[in-house]
T-cell receptor, first 113, second 116 residues
């Protein structure tokens, strides 16, 4: 059972369409990060959200942290082929070692021209 | 070099071989991580080093042996691996292991490992 569930797992859309990716958990996180990973590369950090209800925008990408800090969403407006990649959410929870990240299973997005 | 670098990018090894993966970060960070990324599982944290001290070992088999000689370098020594260990091994670094923005992680490109 994944601590962080991402949906959908796969998404194939046409250029110009809008989409939303969800990241859900039954656990509370102190912060949540979104990454994008392209083939042959490591994940690249897009944003960190910290406060419940927080909304952050990065050009055509809008990130929201749930009020209870258990879930998050990523909305892309007018998707472009350059948005193609694997989108990963990661929640931070404290333990003895610090605030380790738990990653979701990812959403693989393909945007067709 | 900038960011986080990993060598080699690709590695094929037999089950009896011994090899090492290398990671170097040029960001002045204090924490470094090894992750395993398989096709059918989420990114799995393997080891965490904070100020050269191992602070997390996520129940990783002893055939994986990490080494962190300083805050900029991290190694993963491999011996008697199994075919199911084939995966992308990612190294990451962060400013620290604190909360909020302290643990934002910067990843290397990974080593694609195939065990025959």
């Amino acid at each position: 059972t994944q601590l962080l569930e991402q949906s959908p797992q796969f998404l194939s859309i046409q250029e110009g369409e809008n989409l939303t990716v969800y990241c859900n958990s039954s656990s509370v996180f102190s912060s949540l990060q979104w990454y994008r990973q392209e083939p042959g590369e490591g994940p690249v950090l897009l944003v960190t959200v910290v406060t419940g209800g927080e909304v952050k925008k990065l050009k055509r990408l809008t990130f929201q942290f749930g009020d209870a800090r258990k879930d998050s969403s990523l909305h892309i407006t007018a998707a472009q082929p350059g948005d193609t990649g694997l989108y990963l959410c990661a929640g931070a929870r404290g333990n003895n070692a610090g605030n380790m990240l738990t990653f979701g299973g990812g959403t693989r997005l393909m945007v067709k021209p | 070099e900038t960011g986080v670098t990993q060598t080699p990018r690709h590695l094929v090894m037999g089950m009896t071989n011994k090899k090492s993966l290398k990671c170097e970060q040029h960001l002045g960070h204090n924490a470094m991580y090894w992750y395993k990324q398989s096709a059918k599982k989420p990114l799995e944290l393997m080891f965490v080093y904070n100020f050269k001290e191992q602070t997390e070992n996520n129940s990783v088999p002893s055939r994986f042996s990490p080494e962190c000689p300083n805050s900029s370098h991290l190694f993963l020594h491999l011996h008697t691996l199994q075919p199911e260990d084939s995966a992308l091994y990612l190294c990451a670094s962060s400013q620290g292991v604190g909360d909020y923005f302290d643990n934002e992680q910067f990843f290397g490109p990974g080593t694609r490992l195939t065990v025959l």
